[in-house]
């Protein structure tokens, strides 16, 4: 069974730094492309970062490039999500997923197969 489980989320304060974890068991994630997405209140769920599973290509998304950096510790089947510089407009439901297809890396939630329950993330201002 394919469980993926974030954490780090939390209550911080605008400027502040947030790591987000998201533990996969059930896959290895060196095999797969691995995303974050978010889901702010009343809005669409939209994605913050990818990384690829052959190279590392990484992708962010307009809003976070720059603050936000994701990475991987396979060893310890791991995926991150760095949060810097946080904004309340970052205050979302952060969800972690895992495209098991072996093709280049995508932005399309659709094929992402494997997700979280989500973890929140609130910045006041």
């Known amino acids: 069974q394919v469980q993926l489980v974030e954490s780090g989320g939390g209550l911080v304060q605008a400027g502040d730094s947030l790591r987000l974890s998201c533990v996969v068991s059930?896959?290895?994630?060196?095999?797969?492309?691995m995303g974050w997405f978010r889901q702010a209140p009343g809005k669409e769920r939209e994605v913050v970062a990818t990384i690829g599973w052959s190279g590392g290509i990484t992708y962010y998304s307009d809003s976070v490039k720059g603050r936000f950096a994701v990475f991987t510790e396979n060893d310890k089947n791991t995926v991150y999500l760095q949060m810097n510089s946080l904004k309340p407009e970052d205050t979302a439901v952060y969800f972690c997923?895992?495209?098991?297809?072996?093709?280049?890396?995508?932005?399309?939630?659709?094929?992402?197969?494997?997700w979280g329950q989500g973890t929140q993330v609130t910045v006041s201002s």
């Open positions: 059930g896959r290895t994630i060196s095999r797969d492309n």
């Open positions: 997923a895992a495209d098991s297809t072996r093709r280049p890396p995508t932005t399309a939630e659709s094929r992402y197969d494997y």
